[in-house]
């Protein structure tokens, strides 16, 4: 089983980047797919995208595409959330989480959780 811990998060002004980095440990790395959610105040966790383990490919939640790009490196069991053109609506805690599946996108289709890191968007 592998543990998510993230970092990377703080405030950008609107129409900034952030990259936020999610290290998991274990020996298994490669086989579980790695995917971010966030959840902003008052509302419930949403799914942003993850990465497979089978072949890296990525995938979005709709909304998100084109703004956000997931990336893996499995030398450094490490994922990444590349977020560009920031919005006061992207404001959240971003979770890191892993799955065994192929294209989990439920949060019930992931094990293991990260703490959570703070992203804040000023307008």
């Known amino acids: 089983q592998v543990q998510p811990v993230e970092s990377g998060g703080g405030l950008v002004q609107a129409g900034g980047s952030l990259r936020l980095s999610c290290a998991a440990s274990g020996r298994t790395f490669s086989k579980y797919t790695m995917g971010w959610f966030r959840q902003a105040p008052g509302k419930e966790r949403e799914f942003v995208g993850a990465a497979s383990w089978t072949d890296g490919r990525s995938y979005y939640a709709d909304s998100l595409k084109g703004r956000f790009t997931i990336s893996r490196d499995s030398a450094k069991s490490t994922i990444y959330l590349q977020m560009n053109s920031l919005k006061p609506e992207d404001t959240a805690v971003y979770y890191c989480?892993?799955?065994?599946?192929?294209?989990?996108?439920?949060?019930?289709?992931?094990?293991?959780w990260g703490q959570g890191t703070q992203v804040t968007v000023s307008s």
């Open positions: 989480a892993a799955s065994r599946l192929w294209v989990p996108r439920l949060e019930t289709d992931f094990d293991s």
